[in-house]
């Protein structure tokens, strides 16, 4: 069935350094790349989302770039802060069905 | 605002009990979704519903049941209650069609003893 990766599982960084998460996803049909975070004891909330028309979008200090020949899309944090420390989820859904496939998660660390 | 609502935040159920986990979202959204949520593994699909009295079956359906009787409201339906049911359970709608941002819900930290 269709599925997605995501990877690391645990990424801790530096206050002020770059994180990166990477997700590959398999169902060719998926056109919609929502990213979400959870930070502890609270509901996942939309952060940025992608649509397959485009390569990258950004929103301050926070990008997402797609690549769909390869079926792989990023999050890109700069200049980290401790409040990114949170739960982060990748998903891949299409516009034409009901289902979002979410990645396992990436538990981000920031250290002050 | 989107609001989703559920019933409880925290749920302790004994083994075998029937067990009833209640969502309302107030946005009149066409879908309406539950996942459970467990380390290491996201956030798993049990049942969506895309329209009253719609339900469809998601990844791990097994041992669930869900009913949408009214458009507002999902509920997500533990038919006997077993341990490896303890989880947190979140209740998610959307617009309807997928490509759309889900909304969730605070969760329900369900513990089965």
């Known amino acids: 069935g269709e599925n997605v990766e995501q990877h690391p599982s645990t990424l801790s960084v530096q206050e002020g350094d770059s994180a990166v998460i990477k997700c590959t996803y398999s169902?060719?049909?998926?056109?919609?790349f929502p990213w979400y975070k959870q930070e502890l004891g609270k509901r996942p909330q939309l952060i940025i989302d992608i649509r397959s028309n485009v390569g990258e979008k950004k929103d301050q200090r926070i990008a997402v770039t797609l690549n769909k020949t390869a079926k792989h899309f990023s999050l890109h944090i700069t200049e980290t802060q401790p409040e990114d420390s949170a739960v982060y989820f990748c998903?891949?859904?299409?516009?034409?069905?009901?289902?979002?496939?979410f990645g396992a998660g990436t538990r981000l660390f920031v250290k002050a | 605002d989107v609001k989703v609502t559920q019933s409880s935040r925290y749920l302790v159920k004994r083994t075998g009990e029937k067990v009833f986990l209640e969502c309302v979202q107030d946005?009149?959204?066409?879908?309406m979704f539950w996942y459970r949520q467990d380390p290491g593994l996201g956030l798993r699909l049990i049942y969506f519903s895309y329209d009253v009295k719609m339900k469809e079956k998601g990844d791990i359906p097994e041992g669930y049941s869900v009913s949408r009787e009214k458009k507002e409201r999902f509920s997500l339906i533990l038919e006997s209650a077993s341990t490896n049911q303890t989880s947190m359970y979140l209740c998610?709608?959307?617009?309807?069609?997928?490509?759309?941002?889900?909304?969730f819900g605070q969760g329900t930290r369900l513990t089965v003893v």
């Open positions: 998903a891949a859904s299409n516009t034409g069905g009901f289902k979002t496939i």
């Open positions: 998610a709608s959307s617009w309807v069609r997928g490509g759309t941002e889900a909304f």
């Open positions: 946005m009149d959204h066409e879908n």
């Open positions: 169902d060719s049909a998926s056109n919609y």
